[in-house]
Every structure is written in C-alpha cells, then in structure tokens.
Nanobody, 124 residues
C-alpha cells in the first residue's frame, strides 16, 4: 500500500501561482511513476502531469504545458506541482497518484494509488 496526502491548494487570483505537494508513505517511493490529475465539477478526471521514477522524465497535458512543473524529492518522498500563470479554467480538485508501471501513464485507471485531493480555485 501507498498512502498519498496532498496539500497546498487554495484560492488564488488569475495569473497567480501555487505549489501543490504530495507526501507519500508506505512502499518504496522510487518504485512509482507519480502523476497529478484534476477534476472540475461535472467533468471527468483529467491528466495534468507525470514524472518518471527517477525524475529524469516529465510529461504534461497540453493545457498546462509551459505553466506547470512537476518534480519529486526522493529524500522527502514527495512530489510537487508548481503551477504558474493560473487561469480560472484551472479550478478543480487536484489529485496525486502513483503508478507501478515502467512508463508514464495518462489514464486514471492505470494508477494504483490516489490521494484525497486538494482544492484549487482560481478567481478571475
């Protein structure tokens, strides 16, 4: 089992920044590709970003490319999502997830463990 706890969400004005954190515990953190997803009211959960086990490779949805940076700190068993130039359409609950496969994944069902989510609200 892997337990994931997100933090860092909040209310921010358009154009602002937030850094989300996801602390992992349980099984070896470096065994998992880590991803961030988001879900807005009435919409399906969508892929935001993922980072490989070593942190050497990152992947982004087109909607956030150039505005978001995913990173991981193996010493702290934590993955981060730095979000800049936030837009009202970025408003959603953001979830951290862990994937035991060997390559990155963009579909929610591929991920093995999920956090409880953290709310991000961007006001116009």
């Amino acid at each position: 089992q892997v337990q994931l706890v997100e933090s860092g969400g909040g209310l921010v004005q358009a154009g602002g920044s937030l850094r989300l954190s996801c602390a992992a515990s349980g099984r070896t953190f470096s065994n998992y590709v880590m991803g961030w997803f988001r879900q807005a009211p009435g919409k399906e959960r969508e892929f935001v970003a993922a980072i490989s086990r070593t942190g050497g490779n990152t992947y982004y949805a087109d909607s956030v490319k150039g505005r978001c940076t995913i990173s991981r700190d193996s010493a702290k068993n934590t993955v981060y999502l730095q979000m800049n130039s936030l837009k009202p359409e970025d408003t959603a609950v953001y979830y951290c997830a862990a994937y035991s496969g060997s390559y990155y994944a963009t579909l929610p069902y591929e991920y093995d463990y999920w956090g409880q989510g953290t709310q991000v609200t961007v006001s116009s």
